[in-house]
Each structure stands twice: as structure tokens, then as C-alpha cells.
């Protein structure tokens, strides 16, 4: 069956444009490669504060001056029920079948629409007025206390869209300014420590300068967003079937920029000959056993799951570092039946850290049960944290393997490997 979106070998117009119709944007004059700023890339910008950056904390990657990007968009080798791509019509085959665009200029043009996304589609004007926004939300709800507060009243109240009302509410439920009672946004109050304490406007803002953000911390992120020092190689697609996947890595590196690239570990050949190599590499793992990797990763190549196998117990032989993620999916990979197999798949490989996170129901991912063609409810494979938490810790105990890092908001549980847990798994150098 033809695909609209690729004739001759040569990605179609009709493709970039159903893919910026989002927040994706299509580099390179042969359409294969994308940037995409992240959800922690806004969180940042909302706040400037590392309560709100993404996972990759804990390796001292700053989510406001990350590149999220792939330069394999719609080339992939496996059908994952957990992607959040539109790999039913934006999939457009397993090998990389277009002329590829040339390292330097891929670079330079993500690097352009990324200025280009900071300063014109996040721009600085929306979160400083997202600061005002909040001190007015919790000034009001303040002096009307005893009234019930829904996204819409407020909307009328303060007389600003529901959109600006919900992006300022989220931040201060965050940050446990607010509580919800339900999920529907139609009843929100103020923390009972807060009325208890606060008496005034200036009050508020006191508080939210201390506990959540300022203007001054706003701007300076901002600013400092034109600017990324990390390109996270991994938006969609496989990257390592970009032909010229080494030379990116390099030309990332040409501009003191740290790189990780995320692999699904099927093409061992490509990831030994990686010179340079990233930063970080990561292999996702996301089955104990072959079975259940056909199950869940559709795979559109032979003996896929024997190649993972493969490079993973060849990460040993790479100088970078190394990370396995586990992408759980309830009640699919995350039984507890299957940590002893985890287990001896990552002693085995010896990788530097092993990640257990769990994946995210969002975007083409919310397809699950129409992909595996079942009829349970979504919930069914949704791990919620306490859920990730539970098996995590259970595989820390059996493997012996301290848990160094947990961050509730992704989902995310970091174990050390073959690192000392005592160290500081910050990263300091692109060349580490």
C-alpha cells in the first residue's frame, strides 16, 4: 500500500504539513528530521527553577537549553504500541530510503527554528504575565474564600482566557499553592496554610518569589533558552539509521553542545561504529523476553529481539556512557514476574545506569488498545507512579542495584550499574 506521504523516495509537502500542525518542526531540505521543544522545556520557561526540569536533572541537563531533536523522523524499524508517533500513516518504512541532508546544515537550521519557537511561539511576554496572572488568581480566590473556584469563574472574574487561567492554575496545584477535589476544573481552593498566613496582595507575591518564581529568574531563562548546550537525539524515529548519525554527533559537539542519543538497540553494527560517540547512549529495553518484545514492539525486521540482545552485552566495549531504559507499560513488560529476567539482562550488559520509566499516555499513545486490539480500558496499561514505584523497588531489592534517583513527575527511577552510587552522575564535558 502506498503511502501519500512519500512518492519517489522524496517526503511530500503534505507530510510537513500535517506534522507543524503541531509543534514539531520539519528540518532539511529532504524533510527527515525534526525539532520539538519538550512539555519541561515550557515548565522551565514558566518558572526558571529545577522543580521544574525534566528527568534528565540528575545528569545536569537544563530542560530550558535542550534541543530535542531526530534526524530519522519518520524511519523506524519497530512499531511500538507505546509511541506516541502516528506510525499508522507517518511511518515511512524501516530503512532510511531519502537522500540525507548534510550534518552542519541539519544543526544550523535546528538551532535557527529553535530561536525561532523560544522567541516567537513561547515568548517572554507569556510567562512574566503567567507570574501576574497567578498572584491575581490567589489574591481573588484570598478574598473570596468561601466561594467554590472553577477554571470558568475565574476566567470571568479576572478577565483573561480559560487557556492563561489553566496554564496558571496547573503551576500553583504544582507547587501545592491550590488543590482540586476532582479532575473536571470546577473546584479549586486555597491551601489551607496559605489562608491561614497570607492577608495581602504583596503577601502573595512575597510567597510565590519564594517559593515558585520571580520576574528577574523569567527573563534570565529565557534568555538563556536561545541558547541550548545539550541536543537530546531522540524525538522520534531511530536515530541511528540516519547515515550520517556520527557527523551530527560531531557537529553537536563543534558547538561545546552534549549529546545523548536514544536507541532501540537493532542496528549493533551502527552503534560500535559511532565516532564519536554521544555523551550518553541509551538502549531501550522494552521486554523481558522475546515474546513479549514482538508483542509490544511490532517489529518489522528479523531476529530484532536477538540484535538487542546484542548490543546491549556490547555496551561494555563503548567509551561513553551508558544507560539501559526499561519503558514500562502495565500489564504488559511491568509484571513482577519478569524482574528476575530485567535483572539478568542488565547484569549482563553492565551498563552504567539501568532506568525504569514508565511511558506516556499522550499524542498517537492513547491508540494502545487499538494497536494491541483489545478492549481493556486505557488505565489497564497506564503505570501511575506509585504503580513504577512498586516495582521498582521490588527489582532493587532482588538485584541489589541502589536506586540513586526517582522523579515523580516523569515517572522515572534511576538505578546505579556500574557506577559508584556515591558519585555524582552530573555530567561536566560533552567529550565524558
Same mark, same amino acid.
Given at each position: ?6 512518492? &519517489? ?57 535542550? @534541543? ?19 506510525? +499508522? ?16 546544515? @541539519? ?40 466561594? =467554590? ?24 496545584? =504544582? ?23 497570607? &492577608? ?16 528577574? +529568574? ?22 541511528? %539509521? ?42 531501550? %529495553? ?6 513479549? /518484545? ?15 540482545? +546484542?548490543? @546491549? ?19 504488559? =513488560?511491568?509484571?513482577?514476574? /519478569?524482574?528476575?529476567? /530485567? ?37 489497564? /496499561?497506564?503505570?501511575?507512579? +506509585? ?46
Amino acid at each position: 500500500m502506498k503511502n501519500r506521504y512519500l512518492i &519517489d523516495n522524496k517526503i511530500t509537502n503534505e507530510f510537513v504539513e500535517t506534522y507543524t500542525k503541531t509543534t514539531y518542526r520539519i528540518i532539511g531540505e529532504h524533510k527527515h528530521s525534526s525539532i520539538k521543544p519538550c512539555y519541561w522545556l515550557e515548565q522551565r520557561l514558566l518558572t526558571g527553577r529545577d522543580n521544574r526540569n525534566c528527568y534528565k536533572g540528575v545528569f545536569g541537563i537544563q530542560s530550558h537549553k535542550c @534541543l530535542q531533536n531526530t534526524p530519522s523522523l519518520p524511519f523506524c524499524n519497530h512499531q511500538c504500541v507505546f509511541c506516541w508517533r502516528d506510525i +499508522e500513516l507517518g511511518s515511512l518504512g524501516s530503512e532510511f530510503i531519502v537522500e540525507p541532508d548534510e550534518p552542519k546544515s @541539519l544543526v544550523d537550521e535546528m538551532l535557527r527554528h529553535h530561536k525561532d519557537i523560544i522567541k516567537n511561539h513561547l515568548p517572554l511576554r507569556r510567562y512574566l504575565e503567567n507570574y501576574e496572572i497567578m498572584i491575581d488568581i490567589l489574591y481573588y480566590m484570598l478574598l473570596n474564600r468561601d466561594q =467554590n473556584h472553577s477554571i470558568n469563574s475565574l476566567n470571568q472574574k479576572i478577565h483573561v482566557s480559560k487557556n492563561k487561567i489553566e496554564r496558571a492554575i496547573n503551576l500553583l496545584k =504544582n507547587q501545592n499553592f491550590v488543590k482540586s477535589e476532582n479532575h473536571t476544573l470546577n473546584k479549586f481552593e486555597l491551601d489551607n496554610d496559605i489562608q491561614g498566613c497570607i &492577608d495581602s496582595r504583596d503577601e502573595i507575591e512575597v510567597l510565590i518569589n519564594r517559593e515558585l518564581t520571580t520576574p528577574d +529568574e523569567i527573563m534570565q531563562t529565557h534568555s538563556e533558552a536561545l541558547h541550548p548546550n545539550h541536543a537530546a537525539i531522540s524525538l522520534d524515529g531511530e536515530p541511528l %539509521l540516519y547515515p550520517k548519525i556520527s557527523e551530527l554527533v560531531h557537529e553537536f559537539r563543534n558547538l561545546n553542545m552534549t549529546t545523548f542519543i536514544v536507541s532501540n538497540g537493532t542496528l549493533t553494527d551502527k552503534m560500535l561504529n559511532l565516532d564519536p560517540l554521544p555523551t550518553q547512549l541509551y538502549i531501550t %529495553l522494552p521486554a523481558p523476553n522475546e515474546q513479549i /518484545y514482538k508483542n509490544i514492539c511490532r517489529p518489522m525486521i528479523k531476529s530484532g529481539w536477538n540484535r538487542i540482545m +546484542e548490543s @546491549l552485552e556490547s555496551l561494555n566495549t563503548l567509551s561513553c556512557r551508558t544507560l539501559i531504559r526499561l519503558t514500562g507499560v502495565k500489564n504488559l =513488560n511491568l509484571n513482577e514476574q /519478569y524482574i528476575q529476567d /530485567y535483572i539478568t539482562i542488565v547484569k549482563k550488559a553492565n551498563p552504567n545506569f539501568f532506568e525504569i520509566k514508565g511511558f506516556t499516555l499522550q499524542a498517537k499513545a492513547l491508540q494502545i488498545k487499538d494497536r494491541l486490539k483489545s478492549d481493556k480500558p486505557l488505565q489497564y /496499561y497506564f503505570p501511575d507512579y +506509585e504503580y513504577l514505584e512498586n516495582f521498582a523497588l521490588k527489582f532493587g531489592k532482588k538485584s541489589g542495584f541502589p536506586l540513586i534517583y526517582k522523579n515523580e513527575a516523569s515517572r522515572d527511577f534511576l538505578f546505579a550499574i556500574n557506577w559508584d552510587k556515591e558519585k555524582d552522575p552530573k555530567i561536566t564535558k560533552p567529550e565524558l
